[in-house]
């Protein structure tokens, strides 16, 4: 292998002779040139100019980091459409709309897990068993986290 | 026009937003190892605990007020100023992160609509999306946007957004504003101008610049002319792609994780003594640590740490480095190189202290002491103890809320 410097780009002799240029980077002082590893050996992968980056869920659920809230359900309040440990992607930046889920704190309770119906103006629990539901008024103080966005339930138990 | 944002109270509104319940009651938060009160909701101040009060002197009085009291939550509070950051992010291009709870914004172009409309929208916006109260002070200068924001947290009926654009309000707020609270004066210089019969800002832009520039060097006489809206002050950009790492292979392969996790402290006391030669503090903190490259299958790990405030600490960076590394470890894999990389660094002195000035003033005395020692008999004679012995120096955290935002075991739980 042999290199030598032109005045602005690297001559990189390959393993079979054809020549590859490549920018001369400056960092202060230093002057380098990017190599990637194991090109000068065999025969490059014919993948090589296709790789991408693996699927990512956070590029699908975690695109707005700075209004994403990641909570995890307890009790069987919204059963049997959450469960227990159930993992809630929440989303401050939404409006609200009727049928939404909520994560909200009335009069500076704890947050619960509530739907929204928009018409009745009133936040409800859908397990029947939990049949308490709250009419919201002007009065009360709804703090609102944010909305149910999207749910990550595990099938297979984690330790 | 310049404009300065930061969280009301901001620790504090913190763990609001993940506990509702401590709305409208009195809450704290304490410095490091739970030491004094570094952030107070309005409930609190009403009842006179002052900033700096010591824990241990009002323990009695907290319980018997029902004041609610947390440890810093560093990792709390610093996922949430990013979360601000990106927010603001959006309004302009040019941004600086004065500290945790206070960004300086630059508007270059004016918008179409006015910038007190496009203040309460941001305002709005920071607060929709993180539950965090902000107040936002707008004027042509750095030193009278932070007046301006003093002004718009004092006064409620302003709606927290305050703009100084006229010479009236420019010459009114410095009347109004007492010596002592002019951003960049400090206690002694204060005390100078008051002997001189200074009591207000105004007084102070009326002497002349060839007196201040006398008396309190060049440093006063910048803080004049900011103060009469010419600006002087820039916007500290930080420097990006700037990094230090030591980085080391083994003489053979190691699975042993006290064995690791020494070498890794050693690393970055190593990158935290480079940063304090040349001055420099850093924000973030990545570990790596790879098996022989020569296996059949490689394993290469890598975690990166933001920290909540700059530092240059041997203990801060060593602490932060260990938690990467216990992040990363997977054991029965034999390691044969590690390093710790430290970069979003900028200037020592470049950085405001005083939120922090119990821990970063104390670890600088410290290090100092450390740095002459080692320099007078060899290196590395005074150690961390978690170098030489994996002694893990542990904070007294005896408030702490969960990590929220940060961990998994400690993520907001809905019924």
């Known amino acids: ?127 029947p068993n939990y049949a308490h539901s709250v009419n919201i008024t002007e009065e009360d103080e709804v703090i609102l986290l944010g909305v149910v966005d999207a749910l990550v339930r595990n099938r297979k138990r984690k330790k | 026009m310049y404009a300065l944002v930061d969280g009301n109270n901001f620790y504090v509104s913190c763990e609001r937003v993940f506990n509702p319940t401590l709305r409208n009651r009195p809450v704290v938060v304490l410095s490091n190892n739970d030491g004094c009160v570094i952030s107070r909701s309005d409930e609190a101040k009403k009842l006179g605990i002052s900033m700096g009060a010591p824990a241990f002197e009002y323990e009695n009085k907290f319980k018997e007020w029902d004041v609610k009291v947390f440890s810093s939550n560093y990792s709390l509070y610093g996922d949430m100023s990013n979360r601000i950051y990106r ?59 932070k007046v301006a924001n003093r002004i718009a947290k004092k006064f409620p009926q302003l709606g927290a957004v305050f703009l100084i654009d006229t010479e009236e309000k420019r010459i009114k707020a410095l009347k109004w504003l007492e010596i002592e609270d002019v951003w960049g004066i400090g206690r002694r210089m204060s005390k100078r101008l008051k002997d001189k019969g200074i009591r207000k800002a105004i007084q102070f832009t009326e002497l002349s610049d060839e007196y201040v520039r006398r008396e309190f060097s060049v440093t006063g006489l910048r803080l004049k002319k900011e103060l009469e809206g010419i600006s002087v002050l820039k916007l500290e950009e930080i420097q990006a792609k700037k990094q230090i790492a030591t980085t080391r292979s083994f003489d053979k392969t190691y699975a042993d994780k006290d064995y690791l996790k020494e070498r890794i402290t050693t690393f970055a006391v190593n990158c935290a003594q480079k940063l304090r030669k040349q001055q420099s503090t850093c924000q973030s903190i990545s570990v790596f ?87 007078k008999y060899g290196t590395s004679k005074l150690k961390l103890a978690s170098q030489a012995l994996d002694k893990t120096w542990k904070m007294r955290q005896e408030h702490l809320s969960p990590n929220y935002t940060t961990k998994w075991k400690d993520i907001l739980e809905v019924r």
């Open chain 1, 1 to 127: 292998m042999e290199r030598y410097f032109r005045s602005e780009m690297m001559k990189f002799i390959k393993f079979d002779e054809t020549l590859e240029f490549l920018p001369i980077k400056t960092e202060g002082n230093k002057k380098y040139v990017v190599v990637r590893e194991g090109v000068n050996a065999g025969f490059p992968s014919p993948a090589e100019d296709f790789l991408n980056d693996r699927i990512s869920l956070d590029e699908c659920y975690l695109s707005k980091p700075e209004a994403t809230f990641i909570n995890r359900v307890k009790g069987q309040s919204m059963y049997p459409e959450y469960h227990e440990n159930d993992l809630l992607i929440v989303r401050s930046d939404y409006e609200v709309q009727h049928g939404d889920d909520v994560v909200v704190s009335i009069n500076r309770s704890a947050y619960t897990l509530k739907r929204y119906d928009k018409i009745q103006s009133k936040l409800y629990a859908i397990n």
């Open chain 2, 87 to 145: 927010i603001l992010q959006n309004y302009t291009p040019d941004i600086e992160v004065y500290s945790i709870d206070e960004c300086f914004l630059k508007f270059n172009h004016l918008p179409h609509i006015s910038l007190d409309d496009y203040a309460r929208k941001m305002r709005s916006e920071v607060l929709k999306k993180t539950l965090i109260p902000t107040c936002v002070g707008i004027a042509p200068t750095k030193a009278l946007a």
């Open chain 2, 289 to 375: 640590i790879h098996s022989n490259r020569f296996d059949v299958k490689q394993e290469r790990h890598f975690r990166s740490i933001t920290i909540p405030y700059p530092t240059n600490s041997d203990i801060e960076i060593a602490r932060f480095a260990q938690k990467a590394f216990s992040l990363i470890f997977k054991p029965g894999v034999y390691y044969k190189k590690a390093g710790v990389i430290v970069s979003g660094i900028a200037p020592e002195n470049e950085r405001q202290y005083s939120l922090f000035e119990e821990e970063s003033v104390k670890h600088r005395d410290i290090m100092h002491v450390m740095d002459r020692l080692n320099s």
